[in-house]
């Protein structure tokens, strides 16, 4: 690892105050960043600590949603009982992902911000990474392929974002609260993420010296029926093929509301605004919900096309959007 | 070509007396091989960098004072600067769980974190796990249950195994608990085996350990 100075912010004022000295970056879990470092992914002469910053805390909101502070862990979020009872498809989300070890070191927003895993992207032992290197081409094109994106990709770059908390996040309509020189700002969690067009390089939309203090959850209508589905090479601790966050609304067995975001596809958790409408009004159960099911699958997949090593994700979105929705529809836990 | 007749010629051992020669002088200057080879990051002296920072860090129950740069893990200030060597390296990269050590009670990498992030924390060891000379239940079970065959990933696994039976008594949910609204504490075999997921051993013995696990779990107020 290349050395580089510390700080330890004592307060978001403080944090803000640090990051204006040059080739600065902040730094709370670490489980993304001091590997990057290692590897020689990324550079930083100055690292703010933030954990001591006192972003920690998950309350509720004036509008009876939930605010999960930024510095939280993510397994202290998994397990908050507000969050567990209220937005069970954020625990699950968050539980698939990593390890408990891990987990109990990533914080919320360390989870909005971690790098994508394309190989070529994390070893720099290949020149061309457009994300990592701007201008210097993309190794993945043309190279192994099997984790990347089928959706929302460029010439530029095909790397997908790696979470499974941003995931569900998108589907509950999450907002990012971020503080910065200008002051305050909200980014809905749909516009934080950038598509790679000829800027792979440019993973979100946050600004210079800005800094991210709580993540924004509204109320939520799917603390009944919820699934957060997750398909991957090995049963736990690897990262997502295809991942699908699934919460549904229901009047006695009819919904009433619909929400769907896909990971592991896209360079950011896939929505299509409108793409759960057919869903409404459907039973349950029924051959109609999971016809319906499917018009939902081809509306968030439309476009999709893939790579020679990950065709197959586009077949297997399909079959995991409808299981997905299915099992969000049954009582949560099976019938016990 | 017979070597008594190339010119010049060397025998093997002189050779090798003579490349010893030339590595000690390579490692000759006082400065760690990590520094010297590490470039200048943009726009600052490397020097600078170098400055160690006074850490002090509490590891099973006694403070040391450290003197330690930004950039050394908290996995090698146990190793290298307190000589707790039980912590073991394995990838290096948060992948492998042989470096998992209890931060305050809960598990986490060793390797993935800066030891001055941890002051003010209780860090336990594997070296900490036992008390007044007597191995912890877990620790017992293990060697019961022949819960390793290296044991180069068994420091990890038993701390990362402690911190998992205070989950479970706390009520944490996982990945594979049926209903995550309700409170947890059933510690099936799916459970320990996902809830271990984060500790891998290339020798296989996950059957052991999972038998271990199951044994003290299943023990009335599970101490760990």
Known sequence: MRPFFYDRASNPEHALDLARQPDSRFIAGGTNLIDLLKNDVQQASRLIDLNRAGLEAIQATADGGLSLGALARNSDTANHPQVRQHYPLLTQAILSGASPQLRNMATNAGNLMQRTRCYYFNDPAFDRCNKRVPGSGCAALEGFSRNHAVLGASEACIATHPSDMCVALAALDAVVLVRGPQGERRIPLGEFHRLPGSQPHLDTTLGEGELITAILLPPSPFQDHAHYLKVRDRASYAFALVSVAAGLALRGDVVEHASVALGGVAPRPWRVPGAEAALIGQRVGTAGFDRQAGGVADALLAGAHGTKDNQFKVLLARRSIVRALQLAGQPMGGAV | ?224
């Open chain 2, 1 to 224: 070509m017979d070597p008594s007749i190339t010119p010049n010629a060397m025998s093997r051992r002189d050779f090798l007396q003579c490349t010893a020669v030339a590595a000690s002088a390579v490692s000759l200057p006082l400065v760690p091989a990590t520094l010297a080879a590490a470039p200048a990051a943009p726009g600052e002296a490397a020097q600078a960098f170098a400055e160690p920072l006074p850490v002090v860090l509490k590891v099973n129950g006694l403070t040391h004072k450290l003197s330690l740069e930004p950039r050394v893990t908290l996995l090698d200030a146990l190793r290298e600067s307190l000589g707790l060597t039980g912590t073991k390296k394995g990838c290096d990269h948060g992948q492998c769980g042989a470096c998992t050590v209890l931060a305050d009670g809960r598990r986490i990498n060793a390797c993935l974190t800066l030891a001055i992030m941890h002051e003010g924390q209780e860090i336990t060891t594997v070296e900490g796990l036992a008390r007044d000379g007597r191995l912890s239940p877990l620790q017992a079970a293990f060697i019961t249950c022949d819960a390793f065959q290296c044991g180069y990933c068994t420091p990890g696994q038993l701390c990362s195994a402690t911190a998992l039976l205070a989950e479970l008594r706390a009520g944490d949910a996982s990945a594979v608990s049926a209903d995550v609204r309700r409170p947890q504490q059933a510690a099936s075999d799916a459970e320990i085996r996902e809830r271990m997921s984060g500790n891998l051993c290339r020798c296989g013995a996950y059957p052991n350990i999972l038998a271990a696990l199951r044994g003290v779990a299943a023990q009335p107020g599970a101490p760990g």
